[in-house]
């Protein structure tokens, strides 16, 4: 008897050993939990065999139960994961403290009558024993587990298309010969315990189950590529051409895969599943990766089939699918018609621009035309605004690219877009604002960046859409904090908006609105120099300086 519950103790540890060096990320923890208490436990029974005192006996008898409270519910969950049911979060703590329970009741074994009303060495070393209620207890969770496992086991014979047939099988299997073993040896036959045994069943029984856990999990496969553009799809084989799965992207490409079986080999009546046995083959015999498009209708697919490996072993050969039907075709024209194309791309490049530009205009129009108090506001502080920036552009201490300057200029006329979100009764009213109309008013900047934003997203220039957003949002902000609508200081501002702020306030200075009259040029130079380091950027006062004698030509212009 010693003998035989060594020989089980280190049957457990190798298995053990094997599934510790086998391991990977994709073997669930339950699994681990297994074959780690089943040789704890099966070492119970070893030291209960060759106790030589009381003590010594229980100690083993607590150890074995290890195995019945906690690799039991181990296999459950195992089960239910590797049949792929939905596990609620609380049920793992639910069933472990269940575990936890029973098995503090079987440690009180010797010390109360919970769980072994009587217990004594006999002269032969056998421990003898007599239950109590906790150990009924016991019994009746052993139960309720085995039955739960059936269940599942059941259950998942009817989800065949995306459970191995194999897998669930084996797992029949072992709760089949548990339970004989359990219900059945255990209480008819006399001398050493069978459950040794059928725990190391279960240890081989899992052994093959992970080691095709990884072929089924298809996803786990895929290589992290960093993709540009479409899905990538993934479809696996076995090295016996035996289908594995394929992922979302790949059913979503080749629709018929929804009807094969997992761990059948492909029909080989279909044209698209002819294919794939072709490449197979070429995969196989091949060691690299093995590349193809494949026209399917109005698609093209770019396949890439490589080896599954795992160590040193091929499992499989697994085809990465990607859609690349846009850039196929966009190939094809090139090489076909590279001459016509590249005068159709310099026409649609024009019209583009055309468009932008015409787009810009009618926003600055649409907003002139609503606000009844700054009549041609925009149109001016558009004016100002090139003048600023032909002076900037050519400074070297601000050193502004030619394309900054254009698209401030371009964004100049759309600072004030925020103001079509304004409510007409405030936009519109005839004089001077109140304290709660003027907030009002003040949103006008914040919804004008917002406004940009979703407008400018389908232009494709995130560049200029930047300046943009920048000058509508931020032009009324002062460099020393307490403009709005975010009170940023200094360089916070953004440049364009700190440009821009310049060009809205002197023509508000010099222009007349219905709450007050024009400023003279004077009087308006003089608000504005008092500005420079508290309102406007300092740095700037030399290029309003440089620029005021266009500024008051301009706007004697139009009053002529």
Same mark, same amino acid.
């Given at each position: 008897?010693?003998?035989?519950?060594?020989?089980?103790?280190?049957?457990?540890?190798?298995?053990?050993?094997?599934?510790?060096?086998?391991?990977?990320?994709?073997?669930?923890?339950?699994?681990?939990?297994?074959?780690?208490?089943?040789?704890? %436990?099966?070492?119970?029974?070893?030291?209960?065999?060759?106790?030589?005192?009381?003590?010594?006996?229980?100690?083993?008898?607590?150890?074995?139960?290890?195995?019945?409270?906690?690799?039991?519910?181990?296999?459950?969950?195992?089960?239910?994961?590797?049949? /792929?049911?939905?596990?609620?979060?609380?049920?793992?703590?639910?069933?472990?403290?269940?575990?936890?329970?029973?098995?503090?009741?079987?440690?009180?074994?010797?010390?109360?009558?919970?769980?072994?009303?009587?217990?004594?060495?006999?002269?032969?070393?056998?421990?003898?024993?007599?239950?109590?209620?906790?150990?009924?207890?016991?019994?009746?969770?052993?139960?309720?587990?085995?039955?739960?496992?059936?269940?599942?086991?059941?259950?998942?014979?009817?989800?065949?298309?995306?459970?191995?047939?194999?897998?669930?099988?084996?797992?029949?299997?072992?709760?089949?010969?548990?339970?004989?073993?359990?219900?059945?040896?255990?209480?008819?036959?006399?001398?050493?315990?069978?459950?040794?045994?059928?725990?190391?069943?279960?240890?081989?029984?899992?052994?093959?189950?992970?080691?095709?856990?990884?072929?089924?999990?298809?996803?786990?496969?895929?290589?992290?590529?960093?993709?540009?553009?479409?899905?990538?799809?993934?479809?696996?084989?076995?090295?016996?051409?035996?289908?594995?799965?394929?992922?979302?992207?790949? /059913?979503?490409?080749?629709?018929?895969?929804?009807?094969?079986?997992?761990?059948?080999?492909?029909?080989?009546?279909?044209?698209?599943?002819?294919?794939?046995?072709?490449?197979?083959?070429?995969?196989?015999?091949?060691?690299?990766?093995?590349?193809?498009?494949?026209?399917?209708?109005?698609?093209?697919?770019?396949?890439?089939?490589?080896?599954?490996?795992?160590?040193?072993?091929?499992?499989?050969?697994?085809?990465?699918?990607?859609?690349?039907?846009?850039?196929?075709?966009?190939?094809?024209?090139?090489?076909?018609?590279?001459?016509?194309?590249?005068?159709?791309?310099?026409?649609?490049?024009?019209?583009?621009?055309?468009?932008?530009?015409?787009?810009?205009?009618?926003?600055?129009?649409?907003?002139?035309?609503?606000?009844?108090?700054?009549?041609?506001?925009?149109?001016?502080?558009?004016?100002?605004?090139?003048?600023?920036?032909?002076?900037?552009?050519?400074?070297?201490?601000?050193?502004?690219?030619?394309?900054?300057?254009?698209?401030?200029?371009?964004?100049?006329?759309?600072?004030?877009?925020? /103001?079509?979100?304004?409510?007409?009764?405030?936009?519109?009213?005839?004089?001077?604002?109140?304290?709660?109309?003027?907030?009002?008013?003040?949103?006008?900047?914040?919804?004008?960046?917002?406004?940009?934003?979703?407008?400018?997203?389908?232009?494709?220039?995130?560049?200029?859409?930047?300046?943009?957003?920048?000058?509508?949002?931020?032009?009324?902000?002062?460099?020393?904090?307490?403009?709005?609508?975010?009170?940023?200081?200094?360089?916070?501002?953004?440049?364009?908006?700190?440009?821009?702020?310049?060009?809205?306030?002197?023509?508000?200075?010099?222009?007349?609105?219905?709450?007050?009259?024009?400023?003279?040029?004077?009087?308006?130079?003089?608000?504005?120099?008092?500005?420079?380091?508290?309102?406007?950027?300092?740095?700037?006062?030399?290029?309003?300086?440089?620029?005021?004698?266009?500024?008051?030509?301009?706007?004697? %212009?139009?009053?002529?």
């Amino acid at each position: 008897m010693v003998m035989f519950y060594f020989l089980c103790t280190i049957i457990s540890m190798l298995l053990s050993i094997v599934y510790l060096i086998r391991w990977n990320r994709r073997y669930n923890s339950f699994i681990s939990v297994m074959f780690v208490v089943i040789p704890v %436990s099966n070492m119970g029974h070893l030291i209960e065999s060759v106790a030589g005192n009381l003590d010594i006996a229980l100690v083993g008898y607590k150890l074995s139960y290890l195995g019945g409270c906690f690799c039991t519910l181990a296999i459950f969950l195992s089960i239910l994961t590797l049949c /792929k049911f939905h596990i609620p979060k609380y049920l793992p703590a639910i069933t472990s403290i269940i575990s936890i329970a029973q098995y503090a009741l079987v440690l009180t074994a010797g010390y109360t009558d919970h769980f072994l009303k009587r217990v004594e060495l006999a002269p032969d070393g056998t421990l003898l024993r007599e239950y109590a209620w906790g150990h009924s207890l016991f019994q009746g969770y052993v139960i309720l587990i085995y039955v739960c496992c059936f269940i599942a086991i059941i259950l998942a014979f009817r989800r065949y298309q995306t459970v191995s047939r194999k897998t669930v099988g084996l797992l029949l299997l072992l709760m089949t010969i548990s339970m004989a073993a359990y219900f059945i040896w255990k209480p008819l036959i006399k001398g050493p315990e069978i459950t040794p045994v059928t725990y190391i069943f279960a240890q081989l029984i899992f052994l093959l189950i992970v080691d095709r856990i990884s072929l089924y999990n298809v996803d786990e496969k895929v290589i992290d590529v960093v993709m540009n553009r479409g899905q990538i799809g993934v479809i696996s084989f076995d090295n016996n051409g035996n289908y594995l799965g394929s992922n979302a992207a790949a /059913k979503s490409f080749f629709p018929e895969l929804n009807t094969l079986v997992i761990d059948k080999p492909l029909p080989r009546a279909h044209l698209s599943f002819k294919k794939f046995i072709d490449w197979q083959q070429s995969v196989k015999a091949s060691e690299h990766v093995v590349t193809d498009l494949y026209d399917k209708k109005d698609s093209i697919y770019s396949i890439a089939g490589d080896k599954i490996r795992e160590g040193l072993r091929t499992r499989g050969v697994s085809f990465m699918v990607t859609d690349v039907t846009d850039e196929q075709k966009y190939k094809r024209i090139i090489e076909n018609y590279n001459k016509t194309l590249e005068e159709e791309v310099e026409s649609k490049t024009k019209d583009l621009v055309e468009m932008h530009d015409k787009f810009v205009l009618g926003m600055a129009d649409m907003v002139e035309n609503r606000d009844a108090n700054t009549g041609g506001h925009i149109k001016r502080t558009s004016s100002i605004i090139r003048y600023l920036a032909e002076y900037l552009r050519q400074d070297p201490e601000f050193n502004l690219s030619d394309r900054f300057c254009e698209a401030l200029i371009k964004a100049a006329p759309m600072h004030d877009i925020g /103001k079509v979100a304004v409510d007409d009764r405030v936009l519109r009213k005839p004089g001077r604002f109140t304290d709660e109309e003027f907030e009002k008013m003040k949103t006008h900047s914040a919804k004008g960046a917002e406004i940009l934003n979703k407008l400018l997203a389908e232009l494709g220039d995130d560049y200029f859409k930047e300046i943009a957003v920048n000058v509508a949002h931020y032009h009324h902000e002062r460099v020393d904090g307490s403009g709005y609508p975010e009170g940023l200081k200094g360089d916070e501002i953004p440049l364009e908006a700190r440009i821009m702020a310049i060009a809205d306030v002197y023509d508000a200075l010099v222009s007349k609105r219905c709450y007050k009259d024009a400023l003279s040029f004077e009087k308006a130079d003089s608000i504005m120099r008092e500005g420079m380091g508290s309102q406007f950027d300092k740095r700037l006062e030399k290029c309003y300086l440089a620029v005021r004698p266009k500024f008051e030509a301009y706007y004697k %212009s139009l009053d002529q």
